[in-house]
């Protein structure tokens, strides 16, 4: 998408707890909705069927700061049921061209902390 087109709508993939790999669909109810829009959409479907799942995956095409103003980069959110949550970015230019990968805590918005008690970190969003 990024090749053809130069971004694309988020998107999430997830892993079940028998070991299949699926994609939720969403219906945002128009052709072109807001981006958010679409990633809050994403997060309630995979969250709505958390009980059987075991990790998740949610990638979106966002800006990050840079030297010469925002740059364009990947977002993945990755969170699993029994382990931490990471989100890595991903700068890129049209080609696309990948820059450098930084990763960093992420939030758990799919299996909530309370309901892990012996779990420290982030908490819900």
């Known amino acids: 998408m990024l090749a053809a087109h130069g971004e694309f709508y988020p998107f999430a993939l997830a892993v ?3 070991d299949r790999i699926v994609a939720p669909s969403v219906d945002p ?3 072109h909705p807001p981006a958010e829009q679409v990633l809050r959409l994403l997060v309630t479907a995979l969250a709505r069927n958390r ?3 075991r990790a998740a995956a949610v990638c979106a095409d ?3 700061p840079g030297e010469d103003g925002p740059r364009d980069a990947l977002r993945v959110e990755l969170e699993a049921v029994d382990g931490d949550c990471l989100t890595l970015v991903v700068p890129y230019t049209q080609g696309p061209v ?3 990968p930084s990763g960093q805590a992420g939030e758990r918005r799919i299996w909530p902390a309370q309901q892990y008690p012996d ?3 982030p908490g819900p969003a």
């Open 119 to 121: 779990r420290s970190g």
């Open 51 to 53: 009980a059987d799942l």
């Open 29 to 31: 109810g128009s052709d």
């Open 16 to 18: 079940t707890v028998d």
């Open 98 to 100: 990948f820059g450098e």
């Open 62 to 64: 966002v800006k990050v």
